[in-house]
């Protein structure tokens, strides 16, 4: 017996002992790409690097992080990623949106639009573009298809420049390559330009030789957030469009340089968009509505500038109604308990906000968007820009396919034609163009008379060759601006360079002296914190400058600001724009 | 005078008591007390002495024939029995109330017995790792050991919150819940991981238990809301089922589990049935919930809105005029407007009850045994329609066979359960939120039946006035709907939360453990244990229409959800265990064995945005069917699906101790261990493995003097351990698949040399006991070092990479006391202290590859945790005031006494304000008897660490906290702090003489907390008080009953925090001591009946 029962547990542990490790390997997700036992883990590029459908799959995904308005292919929701991106930032200074909030459960403080270090001016440096775009870049050549090379090229041209844009550096090289290893390399912003100019050329050159088709395309693009519609010939419009903006941008500091890329990008055989293209841009098919759409009527986050309320009410621009909305409730006056008539009001940038919003208290009812502007498309570079950049371009007397004024007069019935679909009033571009004055508005906050300030806009609408440049110039730009809504990368970058539109400065400036209240933000600042005091040291050399609001990108030439008005009516000149010319 | 007992005698008693017990392992072996001669079937009459502790004559002491209970007789006044009719050899079973009694064999000469006290941990047996049994005297690590009477006292429907204040560096931090009570925190001895757990191992009659930690509000939650603390499995355990539970506290007393034993082990000891006549314990307790302390709110100041305007009001705040200046009409046009001052949460919460009720049965014979028990817990809480049911049901059969050669043992426990709407912390969904900040001005009773009303075109969640009635619902005609005048984000009314929105979770556990021990040959003994741990959990929750999750009733038809989720867990060991005595000088006990585990699980989870395409408030997913052309949410019917999940691990273990001539022990533990998690980076190189490892030694010190009239024991221990905790089991560094898209990601920094993390720890401590056993203490110093902690750091190009990085330090010294005291015959009190001091010291953090240290930050926008070199573990970081270069707080609008405001430094959370963490915690006990009445008390304590109230920040911003109400006071007294247009005003609180707006500077401080906000959590409560008596023999012999009286959580004797400075909404690391709109604390009255037979 006692043998027996030796015997028996003998037995029952070697059998527990044979089966004592589980499975090796965990239990594969299907959703997840290779096998555990293929991981190398030594090896951190990934399978696209050896396999082309999965390079074409990583691709993919790279490029809704363009600019990420819901297209997020993982994880959290995209309104959220929009206003780090955008909407609590460059949306500001643009003069487009006022954000209507200071605080953030998510996100934290922004008493004010200048807050120095809140957590959105790190905002737009989100690199997953790059880090999925990686393997077309470095393999796709290898793999036989140097197309998604091209398209690689374009989207980090995309993002790179806007990036350099915002902050005047960005690691580039280093951001492209995936280095995970600090320090970073910053590399100034004009090699950066100079990289992406070569690198679009490199791009067209490529696609008008392998010309992938629509099945190929499909490969990379999303059908429902396609930018290309399947034909290959709009990427390289992407790729032109995007150089000719950048040739805009830096022809304060080198016009020789810009002229010659605008012509190309302009005379090139496949060229910029041109008439009967529709925009860059992801257009609402699967029943996403725009995203600015929730963060201003679902969380009531931002509610319309005070800059672009007035430029529109200043030019009795019917968009105004079409863009916008208000909730019904009434606004009254702190001080004098004034009941404001019914409008769409913005917000002037910059006022102290400490209450959450609702829809009937405090900046609750100003202007919302619209609920016909809902489902609106969510662009990357609009038509409409390209014709006004070539207007401008012209005006400069450059090879762009057209005079200035037919260019212009181009642009502003574009505005109405295009946005048309979102109303059911006509719109009228004839009469708007016809508008030779317009009546200077000054804007008031129904709300709180102490954010009053006057108007600044003076111009009219229609064409007059006899107009000086500067003021042709600024006709163009303002008239862009509203155009071009909702671009607000491109309307800051250009407010700049050029000083238009006349936005309106912050109403409170916490980082002054570093920022003057004028002259506006000149830079995004990072915050530089412990864990990223490293990745950030070299910023500052290829900046030129030290890392705060006030320091100038390197298009932006200080040479230029010679020019006084007298604002405010303060009986001193104060500067307020470059000239041009 | 004392008398000191002959150790020789008090061996016997023990391996007596040991043999009893039915267990092994004991370092001694008997010595036979006397030859035992063959037992001689005639009759005679037993007598002999029985004596207390002190060798004081026993009167009133039970000696009774075991296996014959009608036989029995008492001691007289000089201690003497005499039982006639008594054979030779037949056992003696003496006892007395308070001692622990003792069986002896009549041998026909008289007998003198000694008895102990009932508390005697000299001689204990205690349970340590893998269920060894050891002699207390022969450990080299610091165990404290807690009885059964101790759990049921004064229960909690989470057994381990009765641990509170019992044990030296032991610290439950309940959450606070509702009804149900939820998971609780348990830290032993500091925390060290930042995102592995910090609780111990939890071993169940020698299995080791996941915790099941239910999810957890996180840091994001603790400041929005929205989500609820669900409970643990551990909490499910019926607490009369326990019969002790020993703490091992360090990771040196728990080496042999490897694993996970990190943090320590609580090794909790069910009942088993015993043998002789069937037992019966009937307890119930009925107890009666009330808030023990009610949030202040000034009860000045009213509403800031235009009343008698038509509609809603907006935020609900204090900023308005003084309560009781209002006029009659404005009165009339609410109907809840009071002129007189109310605190809406005295007028909210309700008394909560809880209903124990339980039975257990046991008995057999000598050779079988049973035990059974049933359970029923009924719970309704203090938030209206909070309620909690479980039942317990437990079934022990216990087997010897082939003459006790081979014992079997089973058992089966399944744990039925279900809570309804457990309170949401936080802000959102949470019934607290807009509780809190209802103004005194409000009377929350009109509510009570006016949370509601029927939907018509009139309801602006019916016909919401914007184009497109973009929030509005059509369908709600008919439909229940909201009453209430306030929205803002997350405003409800308090009752349509509690009402309206219905939450549940079921769950079924059933736990079988099956358990075969043989003696092999001599000593040489093998068991194994199998166990299987079988859960499944249901949750529903419907929310009705019109519920604002954030904004104004964004909810626009209801919102459904439901899930389920099961798990089985299998445990498998098998041990080899020897143990001898070489002569009579050299112990030795061995132990080999292996085990293994695995997990499985599976959950699916399925909601539904039922929004105007369906039938409102109909809560099922196929309320969908219809399409939702613009919705901006996309789908409104998502499912997800969690795969299957398995994990695995599997040990080798060794361990051997051996004592030398009863005065030295050494002791020391190996174990070898595989995880599955790290299995996916051997690829071609076979398994990887782990091993961890102790070892100990003790010395009896007082055997060394020789014998010390006052010393019974000196020991002096010392112990030291290397012990694991593996990464986390899933796959790293892989690349994904999105569904939607069919894109997939990059691959993410990979998973550079993944270990274990490891915690080496030190320990020493003395043993002392004196004055014949009636007061001991011990004093251990620990120091015990995380390192390889388990973290997500970011890379340079902003990716989160997983790394086995830097190093956390406790170290601290425990102290624990007892002592008792004998009186009288009927006086006696019996008293323990304990106190801990812990030093947390972060000594390494990860260090990016270039050298830079790197700081980790966990939390919400509101405030950071971080965790930086040279601080601590949880230490608390805030925004506070931006200040110029004189250390004056800089103003927006300086002088423009409307507008102006103080500026709050952003997004650097640069202000430390402290840690959550005690440093020094204490509880102190008392047993006061006096003959069958005994008074019992609790005190607990703890000194240091900060507590922050995120909701004092944001009554400071809704002007409800008394400060904002005596600055508004003061200045209308006061012409110099009235600026022109009648704003209120205060001085800046930096000494410039500055002044700004009374509403702008706390709408300002309050908008997050900051050091305003914080508070010092040291404290001292009377945790519990119990006054119980127990009627003796009320129903004939051996059936008693007890009944009590109880208060829990009774009072504080001190404390400087406006909330429970053990607040805790959340069992997530780093974030207890953190106060967003919690329940406030609770104070419970119990009447307990004990019933036995």
Not at chain 2, 343 to 355: K, P, W
């Amino acid at each position: 017996m006692k043998t027996n029962i030796f015997a028996l547990a003998l037995a029952v542990a070697a059998s527990t002992f044979a089966t004592g490790c589980g499975d090796r390997f965990q239990e594969e997700l299907p959703w997840m790409v290779g096998s555990q036992d293929q991981m190398d883990n030594n090896d951190e590029v990934g399978l696209g690097a050896k396999d082309i459908t999965v390079l074409e799959k990583e691709l993919r995904g790279a490029i809704p992080f363009m600019l990420n308005y819901s297209h997020e292919p993982t994880g959290t929701w995209a309104p959220h990623k929009y206003q780090y991106q955008r909407s609590n930032n460059v949306d500001n200074y643009a003069g487009y949106w006022t954000t209507s909030k200071g605080t953030f459960t998510f996100g934290g403080p922004m008493p004010s639009l200048y807050t120095p270090d809140n957590d959105y001016l790190g905002g737009p440096l989100d690199n997953q573009l790059f880090n999925n775009s990686k393997n077309a870049i470095y393999y796709a050549e290898t793999l036989g298809k140097p197309e998604w090379r091209a398209v690689a090229l374009i989207i980090q041209a995309y993002l790179g420049h806007e990036l350099v844009d915002f902050y005047g550096a960005l690691p580039f090289n280093d951001w492209r390559k995936m280095n995970r290893v600090p320090p970073l390399k910053w590399e100034a912003g004009a090699d950066i330009y100079a990289q992406i100019f070569t690198e679009l050329d490199e791009a067209i050159a490529i696609l008008k030789e392998r010309q992938p088709s629509a099945s190929e395309l499909e490969k990379i693009e999303d059908p429902n957030k396609t930018i290309s519609d399947g034909d290959w010939v709009r990427w390289v419009k992407f790729a032109n469009s995007i150089k000719l903006r950048m040739a805009m941008n830096i022809v304060n500091v080198d016009p020789t340089t810009a002229q010659q890329k605008a012509e190309e990008a302009v005379a090139d055989e496949i060229g910029v968009l041109t008439d009967g293209d529709r925009d860059i841009s992801y257009v609402s098919k699967d029943g996403h509505s725009n995203c600015i759409y929730q963060i201003s009527v679902g969380w009531d986050d931002v509610r319309l500038g005070a800059s672009l309320e007035n430029i529109l009410k200043h030019f009795n621009n019917p968009l105004l109604n079409v863009w916008f909305d208000g909730y019904q409730y009434p606004i009254v006056e702190k001080n004098t308990g004034i009941t404001a008539e019914k409008d769409i009001y913005g917000i002037r940038p910059g006022i102290a906000m400490i209450n959450t919003t609702n829809k009937q208290n405090n900046y609750g009812p100003f202007g919302i968007v619209h609920e016909n502007y809902r489902m609106a498309d969510q662009p990357f570079i609009k038509f409409a820009e390209v014709i006004f950049l070539r207007a401008e371009g012209a005006l400069r007397g450059w090879a762009m396919g057209g005079n200035a004024q037919e260019l212009y007069e181009k642009g502003v019935r574009l505005m109405f034609e295009e946005n048309q679909k979102y109303t059911t009033e006509t719109l009228d571009a004839e009469k708007y163009l016809a508008q030779e004055e317009c009546e200077v508005v000054d804007y008031t906050d129904p709300l709180n008379y102490a954010h009053n300030i006057k108007g600044r806009v003076s111009i009219g609408v229609k064409w007059n060759d006899a107009d000086d440049d500067e003021l042709k110039l600024e006709k163009i730009i303002t008239q862009k601006y509203i155009a071009n809504f909702p671009m607000s990368a491109e309307a800051w970058t250009t407010y700049r360079r050029t000083g238009y539109p006349r936005l309106f400065p912050v109403y409170l400036n916490p980082m002054k002296p570093d920022v003057d209240t004028e002259l506006q933000l000149r830079r995004m600042p990072i915050k530089v914190t412990t864990n990223n005091a490293l990745e950030m040291a070299g910023l500052e050399q290829v900046l030129g400058g030290p890392q705060h609001g006030g320091t100038r990108v390197f298009w932006d030439n200080s040479d230029t600001w010679t020019r006084g008005e007298d604002i405010e009516n303060s009986g001193f000149p104060v500067v307020v724009a470059p000239n041009n010319f | 005078m004392l008398t000191p007992i002959n150790s020789f005698q008090k061996l016997t008693l023990s391996a007596v008591l040991m043999l009893g017990a039915g267990a092994f392992a004991g370092a001694h072996a008997a010595p036979a007390a006397a030859p035992a001669p063959q037992a001689q079937a005639q009759a005679s009459e037993a007598k002999g002495t029985v004596l207390d502790e002190e060798g004081e004559p026993m009167i009133g002491a039970s000696v009774q024939v075991v296996g014959n209970p009608t036989k029995g007789a008492a001691t007289d006044l000089d201690g003497n029995f005499v039982l006639p009719g008594v054979a030779s050899g037949t056992m003696l079973r003496i006892s007395a109330v308070g001692y622990k009694p003792v069986e002896v064999k009549w041998e026909g000469t008289p007998i003198s017995v000694q008895l102990a006290f009932d508390s005697e941990e000299l001689q204990e047996v205690v349970v340590t790792a893998m269920g060894i049994q050891r002699e207390a005297k022969t450990l080299t690590y610091a165990t404290q050991t807690v009885k059964a009477d101790e759990v049921t006292r004064i229960k909690s429907n989470n057994f381990v919150n009765a641990l509170q204040g019992k044990a030296a560096g032991l610290t439950i931090t309940p959450n606070n819940s509702g009804a149900g009570g939820g998971a609780s925190k348990i830290t032993l001895r500091g925390s060290t991981s930042i995102l592995g757990t910090n609780q111990p191992l939890i071993v169940i009659d020698g299995v080791p238990m996941q915790d099941g930690m239910g999810d957890q509000v996180s840091a994001d939650a603790i400041v929005y809301g929205g989500t609820r603390s669900r409970d643990d499995l551990l909490s499910t355990i019926n607490p009369e089922d326990i019969d002790n539970m020993t703490i091992l506290k360090g990771p040196n007393a728990a080496a042999l589990y490897g694993s996970a034993a990190n943090n320590g082990v609580i090794v909790i000891t069910t009942k088993t049935g015993a043998s002789g006549q069937v037992k019966v314990d009937i307890s119930s307790t009925t107890s009666i919930d009330r808030i023990a302390t009610y949030p202040k709110t000034q009860k000045l100041f009213g509403l800031d809105a235009d009343v008698t305007s038509s509609g809603r009001l907006g935020d609900l705040n204090g900023w308005g005029p003084r309560i009781g200046t209002r006029s009659a009409d404005e009165l009339a046009s609410r109907p809840y407007l009071t002129s007189s001052p109310r605190n809406a949460s005295e007028d909210f919460f309700q008394t909560g009850v809880t209903l124990n009720n339980g039975i257990t049965l046991s008995g057999g014979t000598d050779l079988s045994r049973t035990y059974f028990s049933y359970n029923n817990t009924y719970q309704t809480g203090v938030v209206p329609e909070n309620k909690f049911l479980r039942n317990n049901v437990m079934l022990k059969e216990s087997f010897s066979l082939f003459n006790k050669r081979v014992n079997i043992s089973t058992s089966l426990n399944w744990i039925n359960q279900r809570t309804d709407n457990t309170p949401v912390a936080g802000r959102a969904l949470s019934a607290t939120y807009a509780l809190y900040r209802t103004p005194a001005e409000i009377d929350m009773r009109y509510y009570r039946n006016h949370y509601k009303h029927t939907g018509t075109m009139a309801d602006e969640i019916v016909w919401d006035g914007t184009p497109g009635n973009t929030y509005g619902n059509y369908k709600l005609i008919g439909q229940p709907v909201q009453t209430w005048d306030f929205d803002g984000d997350y405003l409800n009314n308090p009752y349509w939360v509690a009402n309206m929105i219905k939450d549940q979770v079921k769950r079924d556990r059933l736990l079988g453990n099956i358990t075969l021990g043989v003696n092999i040959w001599k000593n040489l003994k093998y068991q194994t244990r199998f166990s299987v741990d079988y859960v499944v959990t249901n949750t529903l929750n419907e929310m009705y229409a019109n519920t604002s999750t954030k904004t104004m009733h964004d909810v626009r038809g209801g919102r459904y959800s439901s899930s389920n989720s099961r798990s089985s867990d299998v445990y498998n060991d098998h041990m080899l265990t020897w143990n001898d005595r070489f002569s009579d000088k050299i112990d030795v006990s061995v132990a080999l064995g292996g085990n293994f585990t695995r997990h499985f699980s599976r959950s699916t989870s399925i909601s539904t945005e039922i929004d105007t395409c369906g039938l409102p408030n109909a809560f099922v997913p196929q309320n969908n069917k219809y399409s939702r052309p613009e919705n901006p949410n996309g789908s409104a019917t998502g499912a997800s699906d969690s795969w299957n999940y398995h994990d695995w691990s599997s040990a080798l273990f060794a361990t051997a101790s051996v004592g030398l001539f009863d005065k030295v022990y050494v002791d020391g533990s190996y174990r070898l261990e595989w995880a599955q998690s790290f299995q996916q980076f051997t690829q071609g190189s076979g398994y990887k493995s782990f091993d961890y490892y102790s070892a100990g030694v003790n010395v009896l010190l007082d055997r060394f003097f020789g014998p010390v009239s006052w010393l019974d024991q000196l020991k002096w221990r010392g112990s030291w351990s290397v012990v694991g905790n593996p990464i986390p089991n899933t796959l790293f560094a892989r690349q994904t698949y999105d569904f939607a898209n069919g894109t997939v990601s990059a691959r993410p920094p990979l998973f550079d040399d993944p270990k274990p993390e490891t915690t080496t720890a030190y320990e020493t401590g003395l043993d002392v006991w004196m004055f014949n056993n009636k007061f001991n203490f011990d004093l251990t110093y620990y120091n015990s070092t995380l390192k390889n902690q388990f973290m997500y750091v970011t890379t340079a190009n902003g990716e989160s990479k997983p790394v086995n990085t830097g190093k956390i330090r406790n170290y601290g010294l425990e102290f624990s006391a007892s002592y008792r005291w004998v009186i009288t015959n009927d006086w006696s009190w019996r008293t323990g202290f304990n106190v801990a001091w812990n030093d947390n010291r972060i000594l390494e953090t990860y260090k990016t590859e270039s050298g830079a240290p790197y700081e980790v930050q966990v939390g919400p926008s509101a405030f950071k945790v971080k965790y930086k070199e040279g601080g601590r573990y949880g230490d608390l970081y805030v925004n506070s005031f931006a200040r110029d270069e004189n250390g004056y707080i800089k103003l927006l609008n300086e002088g423009d006494y409307a507008n102006a405001a103080p500026q709050m430094a952003t997004g650097t959370y640069d202000t430390f304000v402290g840690n959550t963490t005690s440093p020094v915690t204490m509880g102190w006990n008392n047993t006061f008897s006096w003959r069958n009445l005994t008074l019992y008390f609790l005190i607990d304590g703890r000194i240091g660490g900060k507590v922050m109230s995120l909701t004092e920040s944001d009554m400071d911003l809704f002007g409800l906290s008394q400060r904002t109400a005596d600055a508004r006071l003061a200045a209308m007294k006061n012409p110099d702090l009235q600026a022109q247009d009648g704003t209120l005003l205060m001085y800046l609180p930096d000494g410039s003489g500055r002044k700004v707006s009374v509403r702008k500077y706390y709408e300002t401080i309050g908008g997050w907390p900051m050091e305003d906000h914080v508070y010092d959590a040291t404290s001292f409560r009377m945790r519990d008080i119990s006054l119980s008596y127990e009627f003796p023999d009320l129903f004939g012999k051996s059936t008693g009953l007890t009944a009590q009286f109880s208060v829990k959580n009774a009072f504080f004797i001190y404390k400087d925090s406006p909330v429970d400075p053990d607040i805790s909404m959340t069992a997530s690391n780093g974030l207890g001591g953190i106060d967003n709109y919690a329940l406030p604390t609770t104070r419970s009255y119990a009447i307990t009946l004990k019933l036995n037979f």
